[in-house]
């Protein structure tokens, strides 16, 4: 799904182009990336995770790969045909809700945007019960149409 995005890279996306980057985020007991987690209460587990030798770099792979300043353009996306569901919050402060809400114009099938309060960016971990359900009754409608 394509994203409508003001801006071609976020600048934490930008940020996490260059190496100095795993040692920006691990400074001062990982003071950056606390900020940016926003006190959510899972991230002391997550520095646990990334702690390991190399687990920070592959974390940070993801963006590397997709978000390279300089590299051409990626040629447009087609529009959606098959039925989706966006899930998204108000509390996200990464990506926000005209993203998500814009979503429609690329929807070439029936598309459902459903708001789940209570949670941060990391929907799935904040309100795991509200996300499986409604996961679920998507996929029911779906396989009765």
């Known amino acids: 799904m394509?994203?409508?995005?003001?801006?071609?890279?976020?600048?934490?996306?930008?940020l996490f182009q260059f190496p100095e980057a795993e040692e920006m985020l691990k400074k001062d007991n990982w003071?950056?990336?606390?900020?940016?987690?926003?006190?959510?209460p899972d991230t002391d587990k997550w520095i646990a995770g990334l702690t390991p030798e190399g687990a920070l770099t592959a974390g940070l792979g993801w963006y590397r790969a997709?978000?390279?300043?300089g590299a051409p353009s990626a040629p447009p996306l087609p529009d959606v045909?098959?039925?989706a569901l966006g899930l998204w919050t108000m509390e996200d402060h990464y990506l926000l809700p005209d993203y998500m809400l814009e979503t429609y114009r690329y929807m070439r099938a029936p598309?459902?945007?459903?708001r789940i309060d209570g949670a941060s960016h990391f929907i799935m971990l904040d309100?795991?019960?509200r996300v499986t359900k409604l996961i679920l009754e998507f996929f029911k409608e779906a396989n009765t149409k």
Do not use: C, K
């Open 127 to 129: 309100q795991p019960q």
């Open 66 to 69: 997709n978000r390279r300043p």
């Open 31 to 40: 003071r950056l990336f606390r900020n940016w987690m926003r006190n959510h």
């Open 111 to 114: 598309w459902r945007a459903e």
């Open 2 to 14: 394509r994203w409508i995005t003001p801006s071609a890279n976020p600048p934490y996306e930008l």
């Open 81 to 83: 045909t098959v039925p």
